[in-house]
């Protein structure tokens, strides 16, 4: 190896900017009363650890990669699975009943919501884009999955516990763009109604 390709070989890869994912989003109602349940959960538990902006609120139902810059190649076939998808599920009502901590880390753990029949069309969805990813040329996608929506990070662990139902119909898949580190709100890049929605 050349003296230039070894100093090359040692060069950090380039930083993260941008994240993409599939995502789907609670409507105004639903949005109002995640942010009044969380107040609830933080004050019950004695959290201190800071509630997802509304804006951010939303179900992840892939990520799809952390990049450097605009992977525009990416989008374009992520666009070309969302259309897919979109056009094999019909409109559905998601409901999350169950709030609890995701052991995931062992410091600043998602309190989260989580579901059981409430769920099943998000799990539906999240199929439909595994079958369609690998033929617009993507990877595909592992079939394990929970749905669940992010309410904040804590230290605290909270167990188990039933809540009042968020729910709302779902209407559309998102791909959605973060700049990474910038708090901004999210970029929606496309947005596919779904079956029924006109």
Not at 1 to 26: K, N, V, Y
Not at 49 to 68: E, I, Y
Not at 107 to 127: E, Y
């Amino acid at each position: 190896m050349s003296r230039q390709g070894l100093f090359d070989a040692l060069e950090p890869p380039p930083m993260a900017t941008d994240r993409i994912f599939f995502a789907i989003m609670p409507d105004a109602d639903a949005i109002a009363d995640i942010v009044a349940l969380t107040a609830r959960l933080k004050t019950q538990h004695g959290m201190r650890g800071r509630p997802t902006a509304d804006t951010k609120l939303h179900v992840t139902l892939h990520h799809l990669g952390d990049f450097a810059g605009m992977p525009h190649a990416k989008v374009a076939s992520a666009k070309r699975a969302a259309e897919a998808a979109a056009k094999a599920m019909a409109t559905f009502v998601a409901c999350f009943d169950t709030a609890q901590s995701f052991v995931t880390r062992r410091n600043n753990r998602p309190l989260v919501l989580t579901g059981d029949d409430g769920v099943i069309g998000i799990a539906a969805l999240h199929r439909a884009l595994a079958s369609a990813m690998p033929k617009a040329g993507l990877p595909p996608i592992p079939a394990s999955y929970t749905p669940h929506i992010t309410l904040l990070y804590d230290d605290i662990t909270a167990l188990p516990q039933p809540v009042a139902p968020v729910e709302w119909r779902v209407r559309e898949l998102l791909l959605l763009h973060s700049r990474l580190g910038q708090g901004q709100p999210y970029t929606a890049l496309g947005r596919w109604p779904l079956r029924g929605q006109s």
